[in-house]
C-alpha cells in the first residue's frame, strides 16, 4: 500500500511539472505569436531601417571562404516553438549535434523532457538561451567562414525581416560558439543564398531590389569582401511567388551539381522554370567544368529542393503521396551516391519547408582538402599528379601516412598511393600512366591528430572524381617573353633569354632563325629538340659596340613541327656623355659564359687598376639573399689586365656547398672613396 501511494504521488507531481511547463509555454506564445514565413500586414506596414541596429565590421583577414552545407558540419540549428517534428529532429540527433534556441532555462528544461520522450540523443543537443521571433533559422542564422589564419568564424547581415531578435540570432551563436563574428552591412536572407565552398555563389535577384541603394558592384565587392564569392549568380525568381528564395527551386548539392525543380509544360511558370535550369546547364562551375543539373519533379509545387544536407544524410520534405515522394527521393539517390537519403513529413508548404526551418553549424576543427579534380578525357601522360590543399582548422598535424589517393582502374579494386609535402599545405600524390580509353576513378583521404579523417569528394569511394586516359597531347610550342624592348649605351654588352616550353606530350623539333642578318643579336642555340612537358632557354646575347644611337629591330623567328612563332626585337642605342662613359669603363660585366653553366662560368668585367682593388661580385638568390662573394684581388683572378678582370664561380655557396638549379644574380660593386657602382647580371646553374 505504501508504494502505491508513493507512485500515486509521484505521478501527479510528474503531471503538475508537466502541467506547469504547459502554462509556461502557452504564456510564452501568447506574448510571442507566431509570425509567418512572409511578412506580417503590420511588418509590411512598418518603414523599418534593416540597418537601424546593425554593427559593421572590417571583412576577414583574406583569402575568406564560405563555407558550403555539404561541408563538414558538427551540428544543426533549430528552435523551439518547433517548425519541424520530434522525428526528424531525433533523426538528427543520432549522428549530429543539435543546438536548440530557447528562451530561457525553463523552456530549456522542457524542450529537454520532450527530446527524452520522443527519442532524440539528449547527449548530442545543446542549447542557446537567446529571444528569437520565429523558427527560419535558414533565413538568419549565421553565415559560416574561414578567414586567411584558418579559423572559423561567422558573418552577420542585416535580415531582410523586420524581427530584431532573430536578427541578432548570429550574434549569440558567435558567443555561444566562442568564434569571431564579421558584420557584412547588405540586407539578405539565407532561404535565398546558395554556396558552393570554393568562390561561387548564387541567389535571386531579390538581393538587388532588397538592397536599392547599393549598385550590383557594390553588392558583389561586399560578397567578395565578406565571403570570398568571385562569382555571384543572381537570377530572376522563376517560381514567381512572395518569397523569391532560391531554396524553393534550386540548391547545390556538390561543387559541380545542382538541383533544379521541374514542372509540366502546362505549369504557369513552365518556362521561367526551364530557362532557369538552362541558365546553370551553361555555367561553369568551381572545377572547371559545366554544372551537373538535376531535376526534381514537382506539379503541385512539392519543395523537394528544400532539403537539408547534414554530412553523409540529406533529409528531404516529402508531402505523403508514396509516387511523387519517392521519385524524389530517388533523384536524390542517383545524384549523390552514397548519401544516406531520409524523407520527413511535416507542415511544409512549397514556399517554406525542412531547408527553411534547420541551419548547419560548419565543423570549427573541420579538416579541409582543396582540390580541382581531373575530370573527362585527359592527354596520355607519364603519370597524373593530384594535387590538393589539405588545411586542419583544428591547428592539429595531419597524419603524414594518411595522406591517400585512392584510385582503381575500370571499375577494379581500389590501390593508393601516399600523397607528399610541396609547400605549406600543399600535397601531391600520382596516379601512374594508362592506357588510353582506361576509365581512371579516385579519391582523396586525409586525417589529423584532433581525429578528423576526411575524403574529396566529402562521400568518397562511392561517389569519385572519374576521368579517362586519352592520347598524347600534340606538341605545342609556348614562347616567353612574347617580345623583347632591349635600351643599351654604346660599346655594351647584354645577356638575355628566350624559354622555349613544349606543352604537349609529343616532342617538338624547333629551328630559330632571323628576319634579318644583324651583328649585333647572337642566338645559342639556333635549333633543337624539346621533350613532352619540357623547356629550354635560348641565350640571347646582345652587342652594341659598333652600333651608334639609333633604334635597330629585327625578328626572331621560331619554326617549329606545327607552326612559326615570330618574336619581335627592338633594340635602342642610347646617346651617353663622358660621365656615362666613365661608369660605363669602371663597372660593366662584358659577358657570363657559359650561361646557362654547370659546373662551372666565366665572369668577364671591365675595371682599372685602380679601382680592382675596392671591387666585389656578390651572387644573390632569386629571394635577394647573397650565397657567395668572389673578391676582384689578384688571389681570386684568374687572368687580368689593366681593365678586363676574369673570374670562375663553380657554383657552391660560402661554404663551398653545391647550390641548386636556378636562376642567380652576379653583382659587380665598386666602392672607392665613397664613389658606389653597381652593375648586375643574370646567370643560370643547371643540374
Known sequence: MKKVIITALFLISSIMLFADNIDQENNWLKENPSLGHWLSYEESQMQVDFRRDFYPTDPPAAPVRNIAEFEPMEGVL????????????????????????????????????????????????????????????????????????????????????????????????????????????????????????????????????????????????????????????????????????????????????????????????????????????????????????????????????????????????????????????????????????????????????????????????????????????????????????????????????????????????????????????????????????????????????????????FIGAPDPHIFIAGSQAPAELIVDPASFNIEMNPDEMLTEYLELKNIGDIILNYNISLSDPVDWMYLDPMSGSIAGSDSVNVEITFDSSDLIPDEYTCNIIITDDRDETIVPVTLTVAESNAEEELQINTTHILSIYPNPFNPSTTISFSLTAKDAKHAKIDIYNLKGQKVKTLECNNHVIAEATESLHHVTWDGTDKNNKTLSSGIYFAVLNINNNGSDHTCVKKVILLK
Not at 522554370?273 to 531535376?295: C, D, K, M, N, P
Request: charged letters at 15%; aromatic letters at 12%.
Open 78 to 457: 533549430i528552435r523551439y516553438p518547433f517548425g519541424i517534428n520530434y522525428n526528424l529532429i531525433a533523426a538528427m540527433s543520432q549522428e549530429t549535434g543539435v543546438t536548440t534556441i530557447v528562451l530561457n532555462q525553463s523552456q530549456e528544461d522542457y524542450v529537454t523532457s520532450m527530446y527524452n520522450s520522443n527519442g532524440v540523443n539528449i547527449a548530442n543537443c545543446n542549447f542557446l538561451h537567446a529571444s528569437s521571433d520565429s523558427y527560419w533559422t535558414r533565413d538568419y542564422g549565421p553565415w559560416y567562414v574561414a578567414d586567411g589564419n584558418n579559423e572559423v568564424g561567422i558573418v552577420n547581415f542585416p535580415y531582410n525581416r523586420p524581427r530584431p531578435n532573430d536578427n541578432d540570432i548570429p550574434i549569440e551563436m558567435a558567443t555561444f560558439l566562442g568564434i569571431e563574428l564579421f558584420g557584412m552591412d547588405l540586407i539578405h536572407t539565407g532561404g535565398n543564398y546558395m554556396t558552393d565552398g570554393m568562390g561561387i555563389s548564387a541567389s535571386s535577384d531579390l538581393i538587388i531590389s532588397e538592397n536599392p541603394s547599393l549598385t550590383v558592384t557594390q553588392i558583389d565587392q561586399f560578397m567578395l569582401d565578406y565571403l570570398g564569392i568571385e562569382t555571384y549568380h543572381k537570377v530572376p525568381d522563376p517560381n514567381n511567388t512572395y518569397i523569391d528564395h532560391i531554396d524553393c527551386w534550386g540548391k547545390y548539392l556538390d561543387v559541380d551539381k545542382i538541383l533544379i525543380r521541374e514542372v509540366p509544360v502546362t505549369h504557369p511558370q513552365y518556362d521561367e522554370i526551364e530557362a532557369t535550369a538552362a541558365y546553370f546547364a551553361a555555367q561553369t562551375s568551381s572545377y572547371g567544368t559545366l554544372y551537373e543539373v538535376y531535376r526534381v519533379n514537382t506539379p503541385n509545387n512539392q519543395p523537394y529542393t528544400n532539403s537539408l544536407i547534414l554530412n553523409d544524410r540529406v533529409f528531404v520534405p516529402i508531402t505523403g503521396n508514396a509516387a511523387y515522394d519517392n521519385a524524389a527521393l530517388q533523384v536524390y539517390e542517383d545524384a549523390m551516391p552514397g548519401y544516406e537519403v531520409l524523407g520527413f513529413t511535416g507542415s511544409w508548404a512549397s514556399t517554406d519547408a525542412l531547408h527553411c526551418r534547420t541551419k548547419g553549424t560548419a565543423d570549427r576543427n573541420m579538416l579541409y582538402i582543396r582540390h580541382i579534380p581531373i575530370q573527362g578525357e585527359q592527354p596520355q601522360r607519364p603519370d597524373y599528379e593530384i594535387e590538393a590543399e589539405i588545411i586542419p582548422y583544428s591547428g592539429q598535424p595531419v597524419y603524414s601516412d594518411s595522406l591517400l589517393v585512392y584510385y582503381k582502374i575500370d571499375g577494379g579494386e581500389y590501390t593508393s598511393v601516399q600523397m607528399t609535402l610541396v609547400e605549406d599545405f600543399t600535397f601531391t600524390g600520382i596516379i601512374p600512366s594508362q592506357p588510353e580509353g582506361t576509365e581512371v576513378a579516385y579519391y582523396i583521404h586525409a586525417a589529423d591528430e584532433s581525429g578528423q579523417s576526411r575524403n574529396h569528394p
